[in-house]
């Protein structure tokens, strides 16, 4: 049998593997080995398929996704069983198999390429670009996708100063976090003297429920390596390091590759590509501790000492890594970089709001369809975002809030689902960007808990150093404490308000002087929740458990056995197709049973329970 | 600071893999990870020969370990059941994922079994939220996990017994 594959080397038949974390832990790597095994018993094609591994697509909901190319089609949830099909059928015959392709919701059709699927047709890729076209481990393929080529633009042609005018005609600004402008920030490293400056790329990450930074250590390296030669050719910086967080081991062995074959490239090292310029890029593997990511603990931590902040009176562009001027920048920001050098500021700054510009990754996760990482220009809606992109919330449920910026940010309710997202508008709703966590919550999350939540996670994360945000985040948690467990009353309210006014006062650091927020923006939009835990000892959510109990009503429910099949503690009885009950001497209100019923026939308890 | 007599045994490997750095005080981070990583804790041994390679006081490495999450001080079990209490898994309910652990192992967050083969401990992010609730053991990452799938993965880590010990 002769393949109806074609010969022509650049229509060469070329399979990705999505191998990031996600699709990893659904099988990527298995349905990659089995790619690789299969294909070479298939002497019979003449010019064999190249399999790559790839980063993040983004899309982690539907993995582990398998793409084929030249012609784009897109495979979802593919298992290492469906590999022998794949090549038979599509990569041979050219015929498409349906069952792995996505099918749209709405219109029921079946998409052949993700590139069809709303899920990707309202991104716009800059930071996000290679991840999933290319394997981070080959060099070539960045090279390919115009890698480097900045590099070689700025050495033969600008000058360091032309170089920082561009990032900031472009009006990048930081994607860390506190949307510093990036060019401001190079040009005070840049006029600071010192007789060595440093570059830092900050990719701790510490905020739960943002990825993208991992996403592109692990999936494009070398845009991170691209960016911080350009930043250390601007200021005039002779070493660099990547603080990585250490939980992120693949982006750890990725990156420590990529550097590698930069070096034998010439793109690092002391003479880059022939020029004067001479750089190199070191990693520190993060110790795990959130307040690193703050710049001036991050530059303690690489010094070899506990990671506490001090106050800036002095920027670390004056006096950062051992007192010497230094650049440091989040893993996202670096990612731009090339892009605006190679292609000007002009394209860059048509993107975007009058004082966000560009796009920005947002890692879309909680309770909505379809999780992942998602990049679009500022200024786009959280409703376009979740509803769009995101699908919806899962389960058809009822949208409360979405929670953005981190420990330190805050939940912006139902009705500012318009605002376009950019670093103000998210400022005066109460939160912040952050780096671009959007959690989203149903009615069955608790505000109340939430607030619980992100307090003990910031009063574990203090570094203890200042004592309002010490003792600020351990009364706030205190109190929190007491009203999830029904104990409140409604002075502890006011008493939250007045704790948090004076840690944004009075703390030395931003962690401090944002870890308020949390509280004081669940309490400016969801203070009925508040209420409703205090006054009527009831939780609205069914979360917290001591004040909650759940019930089987025995009109709505089917006797289908999913809540009985989900009780950790068999607390459920019932036969299948019987009314189920609820033993409550035995349930641990874990609320499983509550979350899986798709007839709505658990309950909770209204009454008071006191 | 007592350093036990079995830690004598090792204390060749210890000097191997600390003076595989320089001692500049900016590879003290590095060096205290690679022996927290072979040995699932900071033996008070290499503590003290950490302190000599590099120059500065054992109070100060003490500093470092206690400061950061990623050290421990006493060995850490074979396996460590690490679950993400992250955003994403804290409202897809992780914290059940946790007490479940704890019920079938007998043991709190941040504790071993007495005979050093479990440890739990949970973890601020794992960067997989969209596999939320996540729980990682020894590097494998287990995704969408419900409180039924809990004792199943326990199981697979030879955990039957301690399930079966302390269940009531
Ligand atoms: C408590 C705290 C945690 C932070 N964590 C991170 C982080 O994980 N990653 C990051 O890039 N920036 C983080 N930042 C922001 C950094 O201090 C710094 O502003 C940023 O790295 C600068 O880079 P950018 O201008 O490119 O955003 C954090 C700040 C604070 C106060
Ligand atoms: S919150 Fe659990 S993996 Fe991110």
Redesign the interface.
Known sequence: MQASINVNSNDRQTVLVCCGTGCTANGGREVFKTFETLLKDHAEIELLPVIKATGCNGWCEKGPLVRLLPRDITYCSVAPEDVSEIIDKTLIEGILIKRLLYRDPVSKEYLSSHHQTDFYRKQHKIALRNIGEIDPGQIDDYIEREGYQALKKALQEMSGQDIINIVQAAGLRGRGGGGFPTGRKWQACKNASGEEKFIICNGDEGDPGAFMDRSILEGDPHTIIEGMILGAYAVGASRGYVYVRDEYDLAVQNLGQAIGNARQRGYLGNSILGSDLAFDIEIVRGGGAFVCGEETALIASIEGRTGEPHDKYVFPTEKGLWGMPTVINNVETWANVPVIVLHGAEPFARIGTENSKGTKVFSLVGKVVNTGLVEVPMGTTLREVIYEIGGGLLKKRSFKAVQTGGPSGGCIPASLLDLPIDFDSLIEAGSMMGSGGLIVMDDHTCMVEVARYYTNFLAGESCGKCTPCREGLRAQLEILNRICDGEGTIEDLDLLEDISVTMQGASLCALGRTAPNPVLSTLRYFREEYLAHIEERRCPAGVCRALTTFYIDPVKCTGCQVCKKHCSVNAIQGERKEVHVIDESICIRCGECYRQCAFDAVQLRQEELR | MQIEAREYEYANDYKVLIESYSG???????IM?DVQRHYNYLPRLAISMISQH?GIPVS?VY??AS?????SLVPKGKFIFRVC?????????S??LL??LQQHLGIEVDETTADGMFSIET??????????P?MVVN?K???KV???D?ERIINEYGGQSYASQHKC
Not at chain 2, 24 to 30: G, T
Not at chain 2, 123 to 132: E, F, K, P, S
């Open positions: 500049k005080p900016e590879h003290l981070l590095a990870q590099v100060r500093a470092m400061f950061y999450k990623a050290f209490d992250g955003t994403a898994c804290h409202i897809k309910n914290a059940t007490d479940q973890v601020n992010c794992l960067g997989a939220c969209a596999l939320a996540v590097g990452v287990y995704g419900s409180p039924g809990v």
